[in-house]
């Protein structure tokens, strides 16, 4: 296992300059990106890609992709991390994006959060969510060996392995989860991985993600764009993975804190919790725009209650609509075919 560690300067100057390489790649493939929307299945890019939000807007779902390049094309430029951990940035990172990038475009919301999706498949009904949670356990794993352990015995590297890949599944699953409003995935993101950046073993592997997501937050605050499964489950593996080089002790209570907020997820409503505390909605709502009028209230109607979001790790938050939360602030994103994150709606057929 990888353990390079430098002195607080030289760790320093090596996080700043993942960072800018991370948010240099992310701004340059978004546009590119946005500037010719790759098409799929015959069907042009701004189809494929492109959503309406609950405004009438349109958004795009291409900050996905761009912070998928944007980290590995810094996590393979980062100054500091070993051949080993590179490539396991690289696998964890564009791996889930991979699978959540087939979500986003091929997905239904006829099932969500690990009870649905796993119910489907003892049913003998393959959902995309189902492949998707398993693909991301197995690349999760796999990023773990690739890293390795420091472990002295096979069998302490087999569980520190075991650990380690259900940190970075976890990781993807729960920053999915909290991509239900603009910008909170994001946010989510900086806020727990700025102590990882200042670790001396996480440091390199984190720099490139974060500043791949925070030259991106603007364009996912102004509703022109969003994370979707392919952003958010890559930024919450990378961000696993950076944990995995904590202490076995640590390892461990990141992990048993990502069990149990992702076993919360199918009971307990994300959205409602930080809307309740004062503290977490402040963040959660800064940078937002303003909330927009909720159709039907000044006539006495009623208010819709459009779905907060298909993603398929969703749960609970899966069943509150945005008026019940912020006044319907949330985009409401139907599409052609399948669902996403983010307020995204499913296709009935």
Do not use: C
């Not at 779902?61 to 490539?87: C, D, I, W």
């Amino acid at each position: 296992m990888d353990r390079r560690i430098a002195s607080g300067p030289v760790r320093g100057a090596r996080l700043l300059a993942g960072a800018l390489l991370g948010a240099a790649a992310a701004r340059a493939a978004y546009t590119a990106l946005t500037r010719r929307p790759p098409g799929l299945n015959g069907l042009p890019g701004e189809e494929v890609w492109g959503r309406t939000n609950h405004r009438g807007e349109p958004v795009t779902l291409l900050e996905g992709p761009a912070f998928v390049a944007g980290a590995a094309a810094g996590g393979l430029l980062t100054p500091g991390l070993g051949g080993r951990t590179r490539a396991a940035v690289l696998l964890a990172g564009a791996g889930s994006g991979i699978l959540g990038g087939y979500d986003d475009l091929a997905g239904s919301a006829s099932s969500r959060g690990f009870k649905g999706h796993l119910g489907a498949l003892a049913r003998g009904e393959v959902t995309s969510g189902a492949v998707k949670i398993l693909g991301i356990g197995a690349t999760g794993l796999a990023a773990a060996a690739l890293a390795g352990s420091p472990a002295p015995s096979r069998t302490g590297r087999a569980f520190d392995t075991l650990v380690n890949g259900a940190i970075v599944a976890g990781g993807a699953n729960l920053m999915n989860l909290f991509d239900l409003r603009p910008g909170r995935a994001i946010k989510v993101g900086v806020i727990t991985g700025t102590p990882l950046a200042l670790t001396a073993s996480g440091s390199a592997v984190v720099a490139a993600p974060l500043g791949a997501a925070a030259a991106l937050l603007g364009e996912d605050l102004a509703e022109r764009a969003m994370l979707g499964d392919t952003g958010s489950n890559a930024l919450g593996a990378l961000l696993g993975l950076a944990a995995t080089r904590l202490g076995r002790g640590p390892r461990l209570a990141v992990l048993a804190g990502l069990a149990g907020l992702n076993a919360a997820s199918e009971f307990v409503s994300f959205t409602k919790v930080i809307a309740a505390n004062p503290a977490l909605n402040h963040i959660d709502m800064l940078g937002r725009r303003p909330a927009a009028p909720a159709k039907g209230t000044a006539s006495g109607g009623t208010v819709p209650a459009p779905t907060d979001s298909a993603s398929s790790e969703s749960g609970s938050d899966a069943e509150i609509s945005d008026a019940e939360i912020s006044g319907a602030d949330e985009p409401f994103v139907p599409r052609q075919a399948g669902s996403s994150s983010n307020g995204v709606a499913a296709d009935p057929a």
